[in-house]
């Protein structure tokens, strides 16, 4: 059967799109808790891989492009061609980009998350410095990007030819590919020594490691990208279709611990308290009573993971260990109550 890349990248756009409205309905209307910035990074990877899929279904299929020419195959172009090829070839430009900013924004994703499920612990500070680290390697990517062919309109340019560097983008493919495995491999070392360490079943840690593990495909992804492209341009559509697959899974991979929440009569996920598995430490101090405190329960601070996909730690659960991560909060309240006397005469 003929490979048709056109089918698989609208196909795995079309279930990321799915996925991620699940995770989106599980937090608004399942969760209840709204939007938050990784919610934000996640809309904005759709946004991107939309923008990729579509304007590389264009530079393939529509238009064609100026990738893969030569200088002589480049002069051998009907001038009446030449318009249609310019216009595919600003749509690989722009896939280029759309690739880059999606790739990091699901990458923004685990990050915010493996922030708030480090909150209180030591593990926070290490999750910020990969926070940091992915924006640099994000920047350091789309300037090289639109660094590598000077000036900008050489990009797509089709006659005179205006060389590999402008076209085929070589090092693309091996510098901004090797800075998203390291930025991959940096925000796994966060959230998977904390479910390794955690007091929960064997059988759901190995599935939480796994999850977060997932990332290792990420990479793969990443480098058949890289291999096919660099090797062989005729391979080009091989090559998309693993850029394809790489926003796709890191769809899945990211959407994932959002959705949670729809499978909360299952034992397996059930959390007796706080949603990130880890009571955060709360500077004591007085509480004025409320009269109806106890009727509600209360709301998660912004800062607490509202993933919910580790137990509490303080749980008890067939299979615990002796060991783990305990984080106990302490919450104080002072009731003050005020006796007033109250005296007066009653006239007949």
């Known amino acids: 059967m003929v490979y048709n890349l056109t089918a698989e990248l609208f196909a795995e756009w079309a279930i990321g799109i799915i996925v991620a409205g699940i995770r989106i309905y599980s937090r608004c209307f399942v969760d209840k808790r709204g939007l938050y910035w990784d919610d934000v990074f996640l809309i904005l990877g759709l946004i991107f891989w939309t923008l990729m899929t579509i304007t590389l279904y264009l530079c393939t299929d529509v238009y064609g492009s100026n990738i893969g020419l030569t200088p002589e195959t480049a002069l051998a172009i009907p001038d009446n061609e030449v318009p249609s090829y310019r216009i595919g070839s600003v749509c690989g430009f722009v896939a280029w980009i759309a690739y880059i900013v999606a790739v990091w924004a699901f990458k923004g994703v685990l990050v915010f998350l493996c922030t708030r499920l480090t909150m209180g612990l030591w593990q926070h500070r290490l999750s910020v410095i990969v926070g940091v680290l992915c924006i640099c ?23 005179p030819y205006a060389g590999d560097n402008c076209t085929l983008r070589p090092l693309n493919y091996i510098v901004i590919e090797v ?82 929440p729809l499978f909360k009569r299952f034992r397996w996920f059930r959390t007796n308290t706080s949603s990130n598995g880890y009571s955060n430490t709360i500077s004591h101090g ?21 993933e919910g996909i580790i137990p509490p730690s303080g749980a008890k659960q067939d299979g615990d260990a002796d060991t783990g991560i305990r984080v106990t909060t302490d919450v104080h309240l002072e009731l003050e109550k005020t006796q007033t006397s109250v005296s007066g005469r009653s006239h007949y």
């Open 179 to 260: 800075l998203s495995i390291v930025t991959d491999l940096a925000v796994m070392c966060v959230p998977v020594p904390l479910v390794v360490a955690a007091r929960i079943p064997t059988t759901q840690k190995i599935m939480l490691v796994a999850l977060f593990c997932s990332g290792i495909f990420v990479m793969i992804c990443a480098i058949l990208r890289a291999y096919y492209s660099v090797t062989n341009i005729n391979t080009l559509a091989t090559a998309l279709g693993w850029a394809s697959r790489e926003c796709f899974v890191s769809v899945v991979i990211v959407c994932a611990p959002g959705i949670k």
């Open 137 to 159: 390697t994000f920047l350091i990517s789309l300037i090289f990007d639109l660094a590598m062919c000077r000036p900008i309109y050489k990009n797509w340019q089709v006659k």
């Open 286 to 306: 007085k509480m004025a009573p409320s009269a109806g405190w106890r009727k509600h329960k209360a709301k998660p601070s912004s800062g607490e993971s509202q």
